[in-house]
């Protein structure tokens, strides 16, 4: 039941992967160092008040905030993390990049991603985990920041610091959500998974990184059949719980879906004169899980998606007053309608559906309260006195 998206190790490129085409890539470098919570907060002084909380922005563009906007700027990458030097060289276009399909370099940019630009000194997943694209896992911190945004007379303030508790649900061995949250926003983070070794990865994580070990704490889900019950615990309150819930509902569909993700990029590399035509290529199963992580849990569950959703669904009714507000990705369309629709019979007071571009991708975030708006400006006034 680990809840990590099924993109795996190919990398959520913002733009291209790699710096902007036309600009030399030693003219656009990022801030050294992790995006606090206080610049965050000042970047976010005017967070638009949503109701449907769709993308305000184009399409094929991340979040205003999100710092990923503009593309990987390798040679400040390079600076920062010397160890993804071997991985990167010219594309096709003059421009620094790495090969997607090569796990160890996407990992490595991963690692590069995170010392950069959120000050994480510390990461590394075991072999055949999930390895997160972190331009779309922080657009989806960023929309929950917007949700949480308190209204102060005229403006409205983002929700930072360590008063604001999130709950990660199957937070996986590479724990991105919480790295992310805290690194941008100062909040605290649980993480819960069913898998024992991707819960001792991630505590390890935070264990290696000083400065933010005392903000994430690791729970182990004993029962697959259940998302909240023996997590949640006893009086304790969460501000928002976070999911990435499993995409397909078999083993086999799995490894088509990285199959076809590997032939893809295959395609393209072809298709710029890097690689040999893909169809001389014999892809296998086997070769989908060499290539992209994935354990059982972060990519398949019974009944995929729309099953997990409606469990989720169902058991978040029990926690009604310990949770502000539940959220979730939705990756398939098609299940958003069904939700919706569970959501109105266990009388969920505000649904909103909010939409996130990534490129050509469009992603979705399902949120859901149960409490009413009179008891939501009470929760804010007890949290933040």
């Given at each position: ?20 085409k ?45 710092l990923?906007?503009?593309?990987y ?6 600076a ?47 072999a ?16 929950i ?93 969460f501000?928002?719980?976070l999911?990435?819930?499993?995409f ?47 354990q ?47 959501l109105?019979?266990?009388q ?17 975030v ?20």
């Amino acid at each position: 039941m680990n809840q990590k998206n099924k993109s795996a190790n190919a990398v959520n490129k913002p733009t291209k992967a790699s710096t902007p085409k036309r600009e030399p890539a030693d003219k656009k470098r990022a801030k050294v160092g992790s995006f606090t919570a206080k610049t965050q907060a000042k970047a976010g002084k005017q967070v638009p008040a949503h109701t449907k909380l769709k993308s305000s922005q184009p399409t094929k563009t991340l979040h205003p905030r999100n710092l990923h906007n503009n593309g990987y700027d390798f040679v400040a990458l390079i600076a920062a993390f010397p160890k993804l030097t071997p991985f990167v060289k010219p594309n096709p276009y003059g421009n620094l990049s790495i090969d997607f399909a090569d796990p160890q370099a996407v990992k490595m940019l991963n690692a590069g991603l995170l010392k950069l630009h959120y000050g994480v000194e510390h990461w590394d997943i075991p072999a055949g985990f999930l390895c997160p694209p972190i331009p779309g896992r922080a657009d989806y911190i960023h929309y929950i920041a917007d949700l949480l945004a308190v209204d102060s007379g005229n403006k409205t303030r983002l929700a930072t610091g360590a008063r604001i508790r999130a709950l990660d649900i199957g937070t996986g061995a590479n724990v991105i959500y919480p790295l992310l949250g805290i690194q941008s926003y100062g909040w605290d983070f649980v993480g819960s998974d069913v898998d024992p070794l991707s819960i001792d990865n991630a505590q390890q994580i935070f264990n290696a990184n000083d400065k933010i070990s005392n903000k994430f704490s690791a729970r182990l889900q004993t029962n697959v059949q259940q998302v909240f019950s023996g997590i949640i615990q006893a009086n304790e309150r969460f501000d928002v719980t976070l999911c990435n819930p499993p995409f397909h509902a078999s083993l086999a569909e799995a490894s088509e879906g990285t199959t076809r993700k590997l032939k893809n990029l295959a395609a393209n590399k072809a298709a710029k004169g890097t690689a040999k035509p893909v169809a001389k290529l014999s892809l296998k199963k086997s070769d989908s899980v060499l290539n992209f992580g994935g354990q059982k849990a972060e990519l398949w569950c019974e009944g995929g998606e729309q099953a997990f959703l409606k469990l989720m669904i169902n058991e978040s009714r029990q926690f009604a007053a310990q949770c502000l507000w539940f959220t979730t990705l939705v990756s398939k369309k098609d299940n958003l309608k069904p939700a919706k629709r569970l959501l109105q019979q266990v009388q969920a007071t505000e649904v909103k559906e909010i939409e996130m571009h990534q490129g050509n991708k469009i992603t979705r975030v399902l949120a859901w309260t149960f409490l009413k708006p009179e008891q939501r400006i009470q929760w804010q006034k007890f949290r933040d006195a």
